[in-house]
């Protein structure tokens, strides 16, 4: 599975942003779809994931209430829409497909939240 996010930018605080991660091959619904951001100096975070039908979700503390993470397995595509953005919301975002022990991570896309 090969995976490329977009969506990101500049936001001012507040405002909203919609992210996408489109993936490659022909499994990808099988896989669980995970959102990760990095902050400058700070570890990975798992922001958000979405089991492999869309049944089950997964939100950090953090984002509840705020972001939803959602997918189109038919498009072979994953979300996360982003609202009430933060500063601290700033970080580079990754989308993550997690099968059994394989992990597959995306580029990710840089999400800058202005205060």
């Known amino acids: 599975v090969q995976l490329q996010a977009s969506g990101g930018g500049l936001v001012q605080a507040g405002g909203s942003l919609r992210l996408s991660c489109a993936a490659s091959?022909?499994?990808?619904?099988?896989?669980?779809m995970g959102w990760f951001r990095q902050a400058p100096g700070k570890e990975r975070e798992l922001v958000a994931s979405i089991s492999g039908r869309g049944t089950t979700t997964y939100y950090a503390d953090s984002v509840k209430g705020r972001f939803t993470v959602s997918r189109d397995n038919a498009k072979n595509t994953g979300y996360l829409q982003m609202n009430a953005l933060r500063p601290e919301d700033t970080a580079v975002y990754y989308c993550?497909?997690?099968?059994?022990?394989?992990?597959?991570w995306g580029h990710g896309t840089l999400v800058t939240v202005s205060s």
């Open positions: 091959g022909r499994t990808f619904s099988s896989h669980v």
């Open positions: 993550n497909a997690q099968r059994g022990n394989l992990n597959y």
